[in-house]
C-alpha cells in the first residue's frame, strides 16, 4: 500500500508560517506532524481530503463538532432555509426559542437554555453564574479537566497572571476524599465544582467514574450549597443524548454543550435547572455573533436527527468495533494497545513501548489514510461506517507491519 504525499500542505503551512503565528495556531498546531496533512480541501460524512488530494477516514471529527457527518443533508439544509429568511439581524430569531425547548425536551437537566458560540463560553457563563447565585469567589476543577482558554483555567502560562489563578482549586479525578476535605477547608467559599462526566485529558489514559463517585460529589454538593456543573462540550450527545449524568445516576445543576451541538455550525449551549433561573438571567453575558440564528437551526437539526438515529448508541457500538479491531491487529502484530475513555471517544496508547514509538504508528496510519492522533482522544460519528471501520484496522495493520518489531521501541 503506497503512502500519502503531502507536499502541497508543506508549500501551504510555509506560506501560512509568513502571515499567521505558528502557521497553524491553538490546537490544530498540536496536530501539525512533518509528515502529514495540515490543510483540508474538502470534507463529506465521516470522510476528508487533504490538499495534495489523499483521503482519510477521520477519528477527530474536526474535535468533535462533526457528529452526524460532514454536509449533513439535513442540517445543511436547516441551515439554508434559515439563511434564506435571515441571520445575523437586529432581533433574536424564533428558531432560538425551538432550540431552547429542544435541548430542554432533551436533555434531563434542562429547564432552561442560554446560547454563544464556543464550548469556552458556556463554561465561563456557568460559572459566573454560580458565583451570582452562592456569592461566592472559588471554583473547583479537576487537576487536568480542560474547559476552555480564559485565564482561570490557565492561569501562569503566556499572556495570564498567576492572580488569574487564585480563586481555582485543583483536585484529583475520581477522589471524593479530596472533595470533601477542600470544602472543608473553605467553608462558605467555594461557588461550584466543574468537570467533565468523565476524565478525559491528553497524553494520558482516559479513566471513567468510579462506582459511587458522582453520588458523592452530588451529596457533598448539595450539602455545601455547591453549584455542580457538568462540562460536556466534549463527550455532549457521545454518552447519553439525555447528559451523561443521566447514565451515570446523578442530577447536576448547570451542563455545558459544544462541538457536537451544531454538527460544525458555530454555537454552544449552556442549560440548567430552574433555581439557578433567576441568577442565570443577572448576569451580563453576550457577544455580537451569539443571536446568529442560522447555527440555531442546525443545532435544532442536528439533536432531531441525533435522536431519531439513536445516535450515542450508535457511536458506542461503532467504537466498540473499532476498539476491538485495533485492539486485535495491534496483538497479532506483537502490540498491546489500550483502548480507554467511552467508546464513541477513544484514547489509544501503545503499551510498554515509548512515547516516541507510539506516535510513530499514528502516522503511519496517518500515512495511510487512518486520521488518528497521537496525544488526544479521538471521535466516533454516525457517518462512519462498518466498512470504514474494517479499512482501518487493515490500515492499521499495515501500520505495525511498517513499524516491525515491537522490541525495538520498549521503554
Ligand atoms: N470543555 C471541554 C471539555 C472541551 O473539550 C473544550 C474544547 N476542547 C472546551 C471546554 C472549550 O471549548 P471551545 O474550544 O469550543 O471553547
Given at each position: 500500500?503506497?503512502?500519502?504525499?503531502?507536499?502541497?500542505?508543506?508549500?501551504?503551512?510555509?506560506?501560512?508560517?509568513?502571515?499567521?503565528p505558528?502557521?497553524?495556531?491553538?490546537h490544530?498546531k498540536?496536530a501539525v506532524?512533518?509528515?502529514?496533512p495540515?490543510?483540508?480541501?474538502?470534507?463529506?460524512g465521516?470522510?476528508?481530503?487533504?490538499v495534495?488530494n489523499?483521503?482519510?477516514?477521520?477519528?477527530?471529527?474536526?474535535?468533535g463538532p462533526?457528529?452526524l457527518?460532514?454536509?449533513?443533508?439535513?442540517?445543511?439544509?436547516?441551515?439554508?432555509?434559515q439563511?434564506?429568511?435571515?441571520?445575523?439581524?437586529?432581533?433574536?430569531a424564533?428558531?432560538?426559542i425551538?432550540?431552547?425547548?429542544?435541548?430542554?425536551?432533551?436533555?434531563?437537566?434542562?429547564?432552561?437554555?442560554?446560547?454563544?458560540?464556543?464550548?469556552?463560553?458556556?463554561?465561563?457563563?456557568?460559572?459566573?453564574?454560580?458565583?451570582?447565585?452562592?456569592g461566592?469567589e472559588?471554583i473547583?476543577?479537576?487537576?487536568?479537566g480542560?474547559h476552555?482558554?480564559?485565564?482561570?483555567?490557565?492561569?501562569g502560562?503566556?499572556?495570564?497572571?498567576?492572580?488569574?489563578?487564585?480563586?481555582?482549586?485543583?483536585l484529583p479525578?475520581?477522589?471524593?476524599?479530596?472533595?470533601e476535605?477542600?470544602?472543608?477547608?473553605?467553608?462558605?467559599?467555594i461557588a461550584?465544582?466543574?468537570s467533565?462526566?468523565?476524565?478525559?485529558?491528553?497524553?494520558r489514559?482516559n479513566?471513567?467514574?468510579?462506582?459511587?463517585?458522582?453520588?458523592g460529589?452530588?451529596a457533598l454538593c448539595?450539602k455545601h450549597?455547591?453549584v455542580?456543573?457538568?462540562?460536556?462540550?466534549r463527550?455532549g450527545?457521545?454518552?447519553?443524548?439525555?447528559g451523561a449524568n443521566?447514565?451515570?445516576?446523578?442530577t447536576?445543576?448547570l451542563?455545558?454543550?459544544?462541538?457536537?451541538?451544531?454538527?460544525?455550525?458555530?454555537?454552544?449551549?449552556?442549560?440548567?435547572?430552574?433555581?439557578?433561573?433567576?441568577?442565570a438571567?443577572?448576569?451580563?453575558?453576550?457577544?455580537?455573533?451569539?443571536?446568529?440564528?442560522?447555527p440555531m437551526?442546525?443545532?435544532?437539526?442536528?439533536?432531531?436527527?441525533?435522536?431519531?438515529?439513536?445516535?450515542?448508541?450508535?457511536m458506542?457500538?461503532?467504537?466498540?468495533k473499532l476498539?476491538e479491531?485495533?485492539?486485535?491487529?495491534?496483538s497479532?502484530?506483537g502490540?498491546r494497545?489500550?483502548?480507554?475513555?467511552?467508546?464513541?471517544?477513544?484514547?489509544?496508547?501503545?503499551?510498554?513501548?515509548?512515547?516516541?514509538?507510539?506516535?510513530?504508528?499514528?502516522d503511519e496510519?496517518?500515512?495511510r489514510?487512518?486520521?488518528?492522533?497521537?496525544?488526544?482522544?479521538?471521535?466516533?460519528?454516525t457517518?462512519?461506517?462498518?466498512?470504514?471501520?474494517?479499512?482501518?484496522?487493515?490500515?492499521?495493520?499495515?501500520?505495525?507491519?511498517?513499524?516491525?518489531s515491537?522490541?525495538?521501541?520498549q521503554?
Amino acid at each position: 500500500m503506497t503512502t500519502n504525499d503531502t507536499s502541497e500542505s508543506d508549500i501551504l503551512f510555509e506560506r501560512a508560517k509568513s502571515v499567521i503565528p505558528g502557521g497553524i495556531f491553538g490546537h490544530y498546531k498540536y496536530a501539525v506532524r512533518p509528515s502529514g496533512p495540515k490543510f483540508f480541501s474538502r470534507a463529506e460524512g465521516a470522510h476528508f481530503w487533504d490538499v495534495d488530494n489523499n483521503q482519510y477516514i477521520d477519528y477527530m471529527c474536526a474535535y468533535g463538532p462533526m457528529i452526524l457527518g460532514y454536509n449533513h443533508p439535513a442540517v445543511d439544509e436547516a441551515a439554508r432555509k434559515q439563511h434564506a429568511e435571515g441571520n445575523t439581524v437586529s432581533l433574536a430569531a424564533p428558531i432560538m426559542i425551538d432550540l431552547a425547548e429542544t435541548l430542554v425536551d432533551m436533555v434531563d437537566a434542562a429547564d432552561w437554555a442560554l446560547f454563544g458560540k464556543n464550548g469556552g463560553d458556556a463554561t465561563t457563563l456557568a460559572v459566573m453564574i454560580a458565583r451570582a447565585a452562592t456569592g461566592r469567589e472559588k471554583i473547583i476543577k479537576i487537576d487536568d479537566g480542560y474547559h476552555g482558554v480564559t485565564a482561570w483555567m490557565q492561569a501562569g502560562t503566556p499572556g495570564t497572571t498567576e492572580a488569574d489563578g487564585v480563586d481555582v482549586i485543583t483536585l484529583p479525578w475520581n477522589d471524593v476524599d479530596a472533595l470533601e476535605s477542600a470544602l472543608t477547608a473553605n467553608p462558605g467559599k467555594i461557588a461550584c465544582f466543574i468537570s467533565s462526566p468523565y476524565d478525559h485529558p491528553v497524553m494520558r489514559d482516559n479513566t471513567l467514574p468510579m462506582d459511587g463517585y458522582w453520588a458523592g460529589v452530588e451529596a457533598l454538593c448539595r450539602k455545601h450549597g455547591i453549584v455542580l456543573i457538568i462540562d460536556e462540550v466534549r463527550s455532549g450527545f457521545r454518552v447519553d443524548l439525555a447528559g451523561a449524568n443521566s447514565a451515570y445516576g446523578f442530577t447536576p445543576d448547570l451542563v455545558c454543550f459544544g462541538k457536537g451541538l451544531g454538527n460544525g455550525y458555530p454555537i454552544s449551549a449552556l442549560v440548567g435547572n430552574d433555581a439557578l433561573k433567576s441568577a442565570a438571567d443577572s448576569v451580563f453575558f453576550t457577544g455580537t455573533q451569539f443571536f446568529n440564528a442560522v447555527p440555531m437551526a442546525a443545532a435544532k437539526a442536528t439533536l432531531e436527527e441525533l435522536k431519531k438515529i439513536d445516535a450515542a448508541n450508535t457511536m458506542t457500538r461503532l467504537g466498540t468495533k473499532l476498539n476491538e479491531g485495533l485492539v486485535n491487529v495491534a496483538s497479532q502484530h506483537g502490540y498491546r494497545l489500550n483502548a480507554t475513555g467511552i467508546p464513541a471517544m477513544p484514547y489509544y496508547r501503545l503499551d510498554g513501548i515509548s512515547f516516541e514509538a507510539h506516535t510513530a504508528w499514528i502516522d503511519e496510519c496517518v500515512k495511510r489514510g487512518a486520521y488518528f492522533l497521537f496525544y488526544h482522544n479521538h471521535f466516533l460519528s454516525t457517518a462512519h461506517t462498518d466498512a470504514d471501520i474494517e479499512r482501518t484496522c487493515n490500515i492499521a495493520s499495515d501500520a505495525f507491519a511498517a513499524m516491525g518489531s515491537p522490541d525495538q521501541y520498549q521503554e
